[in-house]
């Protein structure tokens, strides 16, 4: 499959190939996007030419005087440009002027990146017929202007580079992280293009990983669980309110996703702010079951769904058997750290139930084998779950029961699993998957079967880790569910109770077993997420899942 390219090559694209052909395609072909303080810091100093303005007539019209934010194209060279500025020189013609935040290279004269940028530039005001004997570039940061003079040797290489970032463009795969490179730690998508963790996997370097991936993100997942509240938004700010009673109001900057639980309602205006800010609205029951989610137009890397659907409609297994077999290995350190030597037997049985998934052949077997491991897993659960019997209904046998949980264990089990799924969603759309086409769980209407793929080894880490911790410490009691015709759910009080355990673990710091480096649960669940795009588009050779020691 040949990827289908648009006719012009942006000036700007340009710059980033010679920067960093990686960089280039995940911006230009995947659509891929992020910011940071340094692109922050560029569209400030941007904000003056960015707003227009000036006559920019061609030269037999006109006189250019002073002409920002103008646009030009060429078929003939391939190039499409938004010059910064372009100001008329008499005499000289015109002269183009690009905004840089940064300072010159060490020696005075601009960098190749910037150099070849402005050169493209020049080609295609003369393109128009303008007479452009020079460029320049203006570095805020010192603020200076350095000239680029268009020499043939220039000319000869940016005109090579349009044709060599087409062809690398038209691949199905990105081109290979830098190694070690010092232009990786600002990078505004190094969490997204994960250098030294991708090179790391691929075998490519055998030390560590720097610590490149971005920090976890100021925004919190916002819950909203009280019945009949209405999300709206006033100047920048989620406001939540109850018959125009005022509960609480959040800033927008802080929101990481919206949690709706019942009869919650978000006003148009609410949504479409939410659209513009990527941040996505996900259902959810009184009971805490999933029930879809809200958000805007679908990521742009459309390559990643193309293999994504092609390797579920294939029925390969070589991801989804090391899936199963790093959920095995989490359940069976989850049942070692916290059952002893009640649960020896079992662990020794899931240590040899995970190597069996690794090898199992078709998707029948990998099915029963999981099915065999989450049974002796439940089995062994009780004896983790020391003060259940404190909590309403019949004591946790083992046994999973669901829609409706017939015990409390069962009833925080399936809240906790959840807000997992939600979680794994969210990072299902922010890497670019369809979460409804999975790998291992078959397409079912409605069902997250890829989130529910990715899910399965964050089970034991997250969600039953939760369970114990909020029953074992006392932190919900018996007035935190309520028992109706055998069912058991929890009281409000009870889900906000669990909510703060979950995003306490959420937020908790675990040092990465494959990276070596501290992140949150939440970051690592992202992580995994990215890793298994990696794989998919070829970019490593096999999956590997997040397995605690």
């Given at each position: 499959m040949t990827a289908v390219l648009p006719d012009l090559v942006p000036a700007r694209m340009l710059n980033e190939y010679v920067y960093c052909p990686r960089l280039f395609f995940l911006e230009w072909v995947d659509s891929l996007w992020a910011s940071n303080a340094d692109v922050a810091e560029g569209l400030r100093r941007h904000r003056r030419v960015d707003s227009g303005g000036g006559a920019a007539p061609l030269p037999d019209e006109g006189e250019l005087r002073t002409a920002r934010s103008l646009e030009l194209a060429s078929e003939r060279l391939g190039i499409v440009a938004k010059l910064d500025l372009v100001e008329g020189v008499e005499g000289s013609g015109v002269v183009p002027v690009d905004t840089k935040k940064g300072r010159p290279a060490p020696d005075g004269t601009p960098w190749e990146a910037d150099a070849v940028q402005v050169c493209a530039q020049v080609l295609l005001l003369r393109e128009h017929g303008y007479t452009c004997e020079r460029g320049e570039i203006f570095y805020a940061e010192t603020r200076q202007r350095v000239t680029v003079e268009p020499t043939e040797g220039l000319v000869a290489r940016t005109l090579a580079l349009v044709d060599q970032a087409r062809a690398a463009a038209t691949q199905l795969r990105p081109p290979p992280p830098l190694e070690s490179s010092p232009k990786c730690p600002r990078c505004s998508l190094v969490s997204i293009c994960l250098p030294d963790e991708t090179n790391l996997l691929a075998r490519r370097q055998d030390r560590q990983p720097r610590r490149l991936i971005?920090?976890?993100?100021?925004?919190?997942?916002?819950?909203?669980?009280?019945?009949?509240?209405?999300?709206?938004?006033?100047?920048?700010?989620?406001?939540?309110?109850?018959?125009?009673?005022?509960?609480?109001?959040?800033?927008?900057?802080?929101?990481?996703?919206?949690?709706?639980?019942?009869?919650?309602?978000?006003?148009?205006?609410?949504?479409?702010?939410?659209?513009?800010?990527?941040?996505?609205?996900?259902?959810f029951s009184s009971g805490g079951w999933l029930l879809g989610m809200t958000t805007g137009l679908p990521a742009k890397n459309v390559m990643l769904r193309i293999r994504q659907t092609t390797a579920a409609a294939r029925g390969q297994l070589d991801c989804p058997r090391r899936m199963i077999?790093?959920?095995?290995?989490?359940?069976?350190?989850?049942?070692?750290?916290?059952?002893?030597?009640?649960?020896?037997?079992?662990?020794a049985q899931l240590g040899e139930l995970?190597?069996?998934?690794?090898?199992?052949?078709?998707?029948?077997?990998l099915l029963g084998t999981e099915g065999v491991a989450a049974r002796l897993y439940f089995q062994a659960l009780p004896t983790l779950v020391v003060k259940s019997a404190d909590l309403p209904g019949p004591p946790f046998s083992g046994l999973r029961n669901r829609r409706p949980p017939t015990d409390a264990v069962n009833c925080l089990l399936s809240f906790c699993y959840g807000l997992l799924t939600k979680e794994v969603m969210a990072a299902c759309l922010t890497v670019g998957f369809d979460p409804y086409i999975g790998l291992f769980h078959r397409p079912r209407f409605g069902r997250p079967a890829l989130a529910l793929d990715l899910a399965e080894e964050f089970r034991p880490l997250l969600a039953d880790s939760v369970v114990l911790t909020v029953v074992n410490n006392r932190?919900?009691?018996?007035?935190?569910?309520?028992?109706?015709?055998?069912?058991?759910?929890?009281?409000?009080?009870?889900?906000?109770?669990?909510?703060?355990?979950?995003?306490?673990?959420?937020?908790?710091?675990?040092?990465?077993?494959?990276?070596?480096?501290s992140v949150s649960y939440r970051r690592a669940v992202e992580l995994q997420a990215r890793i298994l795009a990696a794989c998919l588009i070829g970019e490593l050779s096999q999956y590997e899942p997040l397995v605690t020691r």
């Open positions: 971005a920090s976890d993100p100021d925004a919190q997942p916002l819950y909203v669980t009280e019945p009949g509240a209405m999300i709206g938004l006033e100047g920048g700010r989620l406001v939540i309110s109850k018959r125009r009673e005022l509960l609480t109001s959040v800033r927008l900057i802080d929101v990481l996703h919206v949690n709706a639980y019942g009869n919650v309602q978000v006003t148009a205006q609410a949504l479409r702010t939410l659209f513009e800010q990527d941040i996505d609205v996900f259902h077999a790093g959920k095995i290995r989490n359940c069976r350190v989850l049942l070692r750290r916290n059952g002893g030597e009640a649960v020896a037997r079992t662990v995970a190597t069996g998934a690794e090898n199992a052949q078709s998707s029948a077997e932190e919900v009691a018996a007035s935190d569910f309520v028992v109706r015709a055998g069912a058991v759910a929890l009281t409000a009080q009870g889900r906000k109770t669990v909510i703060r355990a979950w995003e306490r673990r959420m937020s908790t710091q675990m040092r990465h077993p494959l990276f070596g480096y």
